[in-house]
């Protein structure tokens, strides 16, 4: 069995394959002040409530956004898991080409859902891999399956966080569309400037994307937190895919450790 970590800036997402049958996944809170033996202690508890032992597994993989946890979390994988980790980082090789001016500033996380995205849907059309995470991102592959641009926009619960810390009544809301956009009172009408608002900027960037690119036929993969949400109110994303970062972490995984097998 391996381990597949995604660090994000709001949750840790953690995946444990079998070959290749996803075990179980599930995410914590990203705690910048939790030690490694406090996460140690929390991932062998959520996996003992699966009923996965730790001795099975055999490796892992780690793709981070938050530079000031890759030691906390290495040291995790070392103590608890006795596992040294590879991460998405330059020298891994990922059979992604990067044409942008500065193939380092990508993030990991944009690597690992392009490499993902290209090895579960591509089919030679151009894709828009949007995910919404604590920034909204969209990541433009060409039809020749090279990450050539893309858009980083803020994210909905850091928008909202902003709307309620910024403002003296305004309460926090769960992220949810209202019945109608016209709405009725203070919390439908924050849903609603929130989710539809954002359904908007997704909608406009994903048209402007296609325009740019001259071409309508363009494949569009939704993923992180509000993917589900933010996709029933447009027509621009042809799939949702929660798991698509954990899924690319497990290819990438694989593609760096056939050759020692």
Do not use: W
Not at 49 to 77: E, H, Q, R, W
Not at 153 to 169: E, F
Not at 184 to 209: D, S
């Amino acid at each position: 069995m391996i381990i597949c970590i995604d660090i994000g800036n709001t949750n840790i997402k953690y995946a444990v394959y079998d070959g290749e049958e996803l075990k179980v996944s599930f995410r914590v809170s990203t705690d910048f002040k939790r030690t490694s033996d406090e996460y140690g202690e929390q991932i062998i508890g959520m996996l003992d409530i699966k009923g996965i032992s730790v001795a099975n597994i055999t490796g892992g993989i780690v793709s981070s956004v938050v530079p000031s946890l890759d030691y906390t979390i290495d040291k995790m994988c070392e103590i608890y898991l006795g596992i040294e980790p590879l991460h998405i980082a330059p020298g891994l090789k990922s059979g992604l080409n990067i044409r942008c001016d500065n193939a380092r500033e990508v993030g990991a996380d944009r690597i690992v859902n392009c490499v993902s995205a290209i090895v579960e849907y591509g089919d030679g059309t151009p894709m828009i891999v949007v995910d919404f995470g604590t920034a909204t991102t969209f990541n433009i592959i060409s039809e020749n399956n090279e990450f050539i641009g893309g858009v980083i926009a803020p994210g909905i619960k850091g928008s909202l966080d902003s709307l309620v810390n910024g403002t003296a009544k305004l309460p926090r809301v769960e992220i949810e569309a209202p019945k109608s956009i016209i709405a009725k009172n203070t919390v439908t009408n924050m849903q609603a400037g929130i989710v539809f608002g954002f359904a908007g900027l997704v909608e406009y960037i994903v048209k402007r994307i296609k325009k740019e690119l001259k071409t309508p036929n363009v494949k569009t993969i939704a993923t992180g937190g509000f993917s589900n949400i933010i996709s029933k109110e447009i027509e621009c994303i042809d799939v949702v895919d929660k798991l698509l970062t954990l899924k690319g972490l497990k290819y990438l995984y694989d593609l760096n450790t056939e050759e020692k097998v």
